[in-house]
């Protein structure tokens, strides 16, 4: 039995235990953005699986199109855009087909696409996924259906995700929700919100549920998971005295042990709010990844004040000197922004110096898009020219390629853990995987199965992959 039919069998089993089974209905839904948004996918999953419907990963096969969408950058709505375009011609074919907007685009897209251009016929924001069904229904009666409100408390905790990716090794889970962050460039804290903690008895639940489903590895999200943070208030103040607070390294430490045999990782840190505390929690137990994502965005403190990152330069070397103190071998992460607002050929020059000191092992990288609504789009000119913000991510991508490469070249001749994932993009006769610290190894198959940890000799490198060839199971997960 395909793991399709898996999913499908069970969410046809939630539908008819709670007494309300339709037809089967199918629904194709497509995810874009960041790790967040994704993992949104399978709670919409999971919400309308209550109502009946199966996940399809055929257009022409499905009755309902949702489209999960991103903000960050211009160009990810415009990719949107196009998709939508292509998505109608489905509907001359099916003129049942309910087509949707999910996700970070929702407000914006409720004027153009919904009510202007009429291209589709639902529009949901992050917070409220839990109307999808009534929003359907009026879908169905041939109403614009639109819900686009923003929530200070919801945070799905209660609904059980339906797993959508395929491998059933990786598990993600969302511990808290929006951002209260205000970064000028950014455009997250308008699309999902206030910063909100999701209660951590309900995570480690799903944890341990994941690690039972023999997930292998499991992955907190959050815009800023150093400011998680259950039953204490903004200010410090304790909510509730009956029972225990929890900060980030405490959620972590609860999610560690639940799942000794997985992998723990996390995504975004903030170099405002990373604290010692974290560090250490990650170096006590083994199956904390030592890897650490923590976007500096510049290198320039006067950038990175006008971007509201709430540190400086120095603050940001001193979390790298804490990182290496306290787990030599953690691997760092970075995203860097080039061309924002005023910023001197000296300023990117900063960023480039401060890449140079850090040596990261990897980089997301872009050149600045002004957001619609944001502090940088009201009190700022964009007045970098593409050019130049393009050619400064240029030399950005150039200086990380280097290092990437660098890093990979060290680790030739080495041997690490591996969590295998998949069969290699290239050749059947290949399976691949990441290490502790994230980097792709891809090896021969031989009999060794997806979900297992093996140790792989490493023998050559490009700068994005390690090649090697397993030498045995290993008995830890990192
Ligand atoms: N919460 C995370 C980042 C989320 S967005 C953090 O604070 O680090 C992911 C990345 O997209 C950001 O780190 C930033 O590098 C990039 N990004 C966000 N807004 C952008 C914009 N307007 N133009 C270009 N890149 C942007
Ligand atoms: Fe955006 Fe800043 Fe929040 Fe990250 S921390 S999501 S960059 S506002
Ligand atoms: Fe994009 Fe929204 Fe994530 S804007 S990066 S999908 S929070």
Known sequence: MTEDKIIDDATETIAQSEGKVKPSRKLYIESYGCQMNFADSEIVASILAKEGFTTTKSVTDADVIFLNTCSIREKAELTVRNRIKGFRKNKLKNRDLIIGVLGCMAERMKKTLLEEEKLVDLVVGPDAYRDLPNLLTEAEGGQ?????????????????????????????????????????????????????????????????????????????????????????????????????????????????????????????????????????????????????????????????????????????????????????????????????????????????????????????????????????????????????????????????????????????????????????KKSDEFLCGRNDQNVMVVFPKEDYQIGQYVKVKVEDCSSATLLGKVTGISTTAC
């Open 144 to 424: 614009k259906a639109v819900n686009v409100l923003l929530s200070r408390d919801e945070t799905y905790a209660d609904v059980s995700p339906v797993r959508l990716d395929k491998n059933g090794v990786s598990g993600f889970i969302s511990i808290t929700r929006g951002c209260d962050n205000m970064c000028s460039f950014c455009v997250v804290p308008f699309t999902r919100g206030r910063e909100r903690s999701r209660n951590p008895l309900s995570i480690v639940a799903e944890a341990k549920d994941l690690c039972a489903k023999g997930y292998k590895e499991v992955t907190l999200l959050g815009q800023n998971v150093d400011s998680y943070r259950w039953n204490i208030t903004n200010k410090g103040d304790v909510v509730d005295p009956s029972i225990p607070t929890t900060n980030f390294a405490q959620l972590m430490a609860m999610v560690a042990e639940v799942a000794p045999d997985m992998r723990i990782r996390f995504s975004t840190s903030h170099p405002k709010d990373m604290t010692d505390e974290v560090l250490h929690t990650m170096a006590k137990y083994n199956n904390i990844c030592k890897y650490i994502h923590l976007p500096v965005q510049s290198g320039s403190t006067e950038v990175l004040t006008r971007m509201n990152r709430g540190y400086s330069r120095e603050w940001y070397f001193d979390r790298i000197k804490a990182i290496r103190r306290i787990m030599p071998n953690c691997a760092i992460s970075t995203d860097v922004i080039t061309g924002f607002c005023s910023e001197t050929e000296e300023q990117h020059e900063e960023t480039l110096s401060l890449m140079e000191e850090i040596r990261y092992h990897f980089a997301y990288m872009f050149f600045y898009s002004e957001r619609p609504k944001t502090l940088a789009e009201r009190k700022f000119e964009d007045d970098i020219p593409l050019e130049t913000k393009k050619r400064r991510l240029q030399d950005v991508i150039d200086l990380q390629q280097k290092h990437s490469h660098d890093f990979n070249r060290d680790m030739v001749g080495k041997s690490t853990v591996v969590l295998i994932e998949k069969l290699s």
